[in-house]
Nanobody, 119 residues
Framework: QVQLVESGGGLVQPGGSLRLSCVASGSVFSFNTMGWYRQNPGKERELVASDSWGGRLNYADSVKGRFTISRDNAKNTMYLQMNNLKPEDTAVYYC?????????????WGQGTQVTVSS
């Protein structure tokens, strides 16, 4: 069973930075895609950034130029560097790992880490 454990959330002032980490219990090579999502109460979970094998990176328009997703395969860890944070970035951030299947993908989720941007 795959486990994903996030860390690095917290309270930061607008314009500040945070780096989120997601450690996978298995090898990240087994996943087709890894990514970060975020969610606020009463709203749908939205994609923030993803990294697919082959080097294809994808970012939400709202975070382009401010957030960077990366992986350290040797440490089975994925990161999200968040710079120039804004109050609207406040949310619970979730790590996702996906394995593509013939019919439906197999998704794994972490427990989430709270990011609060406030003065």
């Amino acid at each position: 069973q795959v486990q994903l454990v996030e860390s690095g959330g917290g309270l930061v002032q607008p314009g500040g930075s945070l780096r989120l980490s997601c450690v996978a219990s298995g090898s990240v090579f087994s996943f087709n895609t890894m990514g970060w999502y975020r969610q606020n109460p009463g709203k749908e979970r939205e994609l923030v950034a993803s990294d697919s094998w082959g080097g294809r990176l994808n970012y939400a328009d709202s975070v382009k130029g401010r957030f960077t997703i990366s992986r350290d395969n040797a440490k089975n860890t994925m990161y999200l560097q968040m710079n120039n944070l804004k109050p609207e970035d406040t949310a619970v951030y979730y790590c996702n790992a996906r394995i593509l299947k013939p019919v439906n993908p197999l998704d794994y989720w972490g427990q989430g880490t709270q990011v609060t941007v406030s003065s």
